[in-house]
């Protein structure tokens, strides 16, 4: 029973691995590359972690897949976050009709301002964190 | 546990299925890294390719009941959350100079 409920979690997390890379292979567009590689890789692997404590099974297992699990589920947005953001400043455009985040980078400091405020005025006042993803 | 260390212990043939998605999900991630037009989608495709890897040690230490190889999972994924920071970071320091 336990062994079927483990392998049904690993089973379904590769595939979720595999439609992330499918994704990652297919989607026409940088961020949406991104998109499909982090969400659906996060997912995959937390189910691959949780089939891994549960088979091993012992405390000491399903400790460290509760550490895993916390950690991926910090990391992975952080990741994706930080390269979203290099990619959109290197200058690689979103395949959508209208870039709301057009003009609002500061060249020079890299910060996002919310307005359409021309960006050199007092940096750092009133700026949100955004993802460009 | 330590006299078992070639012959597989009885798992769920699911988990052997799993590790063969996981290795083509591999060979896709693997054409991503070798196509990507950009830099940005060579570096997550890597990062992709290495939580693949991730998790096909996982399964390998849930078919070997083996802790250990989840301890050295663990290590891969600081070591590449922290590659994949590094390279966000190099691209956008190149473009600011």
Redesign the interface.
């Given at each position: 029973m336990i062994a079927l409920v483990t392998g049904l979690l690993a089973f379904s997390g590769a595939l979720l691995m595999l439609i992330a890379a499918v994704g990652l292979l297919r989607m026409p567009d940088f961020y949406m590359r991104m998109q499909a590689a982090a969400k659906a890789g996060t997912l995959g692997i937390l189910l691959i972690v949780a089939a891994t404590g549960i088979t091993l099974g012992s405390l000491s297992a399903l400790l460290h897949a509760f550490l895993a699990s916390l950690f991926f589920l910090l990391t992975t947005p952080i990741a994706a976050h930080l390269l979203g953001r290099a990619a959109y400043l290197s200058g690689i455009r979103p395949m959508v009709l209208e870039d709301e985040l057009a003009g609002r980078y500061h060249p020079a400091t890299h910060e996002l301002r919310s307005s359409n405020a021309p960006a050199a005025s007092t940096p750092g006042s009133d700026r949100i964190e955004e993802t460009p993803a | 546990m330590t006299e078992r260390l070639v012959g597989l212990p009885v798992?769920?043939?699911?988990?052997t299925?799993?590790?063969v998605?996981?290795v083509?999900?591999?060979l896709?991630?693997l054409?991503?890294i070798v196509r990507g037009p950009?830099?940005?989608?060579r570096?997550?495709?890597l990062?992709?390719t290495a939580?693949?890897v991730?998790?096909l040690l996982?399964?390998l230490?849930?078919v070997l009941?083996l802790?250990a190889i989840?301890?050295i999972?663990?290590v891969l994924?600081?070591i590449a959350?922290l590659g994949?920071?590094a390279?966000?970071?190099l691209?956008?320091r190149?473009?600011?100079e």
């Open positions: - | 798992s769920s043939p699911l988990l299925i799993a590790m998605i996981l083509a999900a591999l896709l991630a054409v991503r950009t830099i940005p989608d570096v997550i495709a990062d992709l939580s693949l991730v998790g996982l399964l230490g849930a009941q802790l989840v301890d999972a663990i994924a600081l959350f994949t920071v390279f966000a970071s691209i956008e190149r473009t600011r």
